[in-house]
């Protein structure tokens, strides 16, 4: 069965922290790996991920794909309280559009 | 980035009324759309894939009458719970894959969800 396990669960930082986030995925005919921002509300695309080893990048936000080890990460620099979110990951197969979450990291960012 | 509206952003009915929750994509068209539940502190569940012109595909364990999904166009999927009860309340997502080159990618774009409360 596909599944997707990020982690920790839950992070405390405090401004200016470094922090990294985890996700490993088992997905058949893996296609790509998203990354999403969720707030208050409904998930906002980040990153999407096909190709091991290329980093993508968004301002204090970086993400990278390692399809040999079925992991990906998500790098946030110089956290802020704005950064305080669920941030979840979720594999794309080829043969649906489907997408299979993981359980998120909620990441608490004090003062 | 793509829009996805839903509509309303939040409704608190009584036990055993209908809710209907309006899923659009505002500025592309989507031919397969999905709707997710989510309960506080966990992840999204998938509930079902919204494909236009055809019965949505329901996950397991989603009871079919009770969420009853239509997509009628190409940017309009409404998922309509019957009957709700207390243990309905949860906050619905829907979402729908950007198009690229007339292709449906893998990069889903959200609505803004439906908090659903039952009395």
């Known amino acids: 069965e596909d599944k997707v396990v990020q982690s920790p669960l839950s992070l405390v930082v405090h401004e200016g922290d470094t922090v990294t986030l985890n996700c490993s995925y088992e997905?058949?005919?893996?296609?790509?790996l998203l990354w999403y921002k969720q707030e208050k509300k409904a998930p906002t695309f980040l990153f999407m991920l096909?190709?091991?080893?290329i980093e993508k990048k968004s301002g204090r936000l970086s993400s990278i794909l390692d399809k040999k080890e079925l992991f990906s990460i998500l790098n946030i620099t110089a956290t802020q309280t704005g950064d305080s979110a669920i941030y979840l990951c979720?594999?794309?197969?080829?043969?649906?559009?489907?997408?299979?979450f993981g359980t998120g990291t909620r990441l608490q960012v004090f003062p | 980035g793509a829009v996805v509206s839903q509509h309303p952003s939040r409704v608190i009915c009584k036990s055993g009324t209908s809710v209907k929750i309006e899923c659009r994509s505002l500025?592309?068209?989507?031919?397969?759309m999905f709707w997710y539940r989510q309960f506080p502190k966990q992840s999204l569940m998938l509930m079902a894939t919204?494909?236009?012109?055809?019965?949505?595909?329901?996950e397991q364990g989603v009871e079919k009458d009770k969420f009853l999904i239509n997509h009628a166009s190409l940017t309009l999927s409404t998922l309509t719970v019957t009957s709700a009860h207390p243990e309905d309340s949860s906050f619905y997502i829907c979402?729908?894959?950007?198009?690229?080159?007339?292709?449906?990618?893998?990069?889903?774009?959200f609505g803004p969800g439906t908090r659903l409360t039952v009395l």
């Open positions: 979402s729908a894959n950007l198009p690229s080159g007339g292709v449906s990618t893998d990069t889903q774009y």
């Open positions: 997905v058949t005919n893996f296609r790509s």
């Open positions: 096909t190709s091991s080893g």
């Open positions: 979720a594999g794309s197969p080829y043969n649906t559009d489907k997408l299979i």
């Open positions: 500025d592309f068209q989507a031919t397969t």
């Open positions: 919204s494909n236009e012109g055809s019965k949505a595909t329901y």
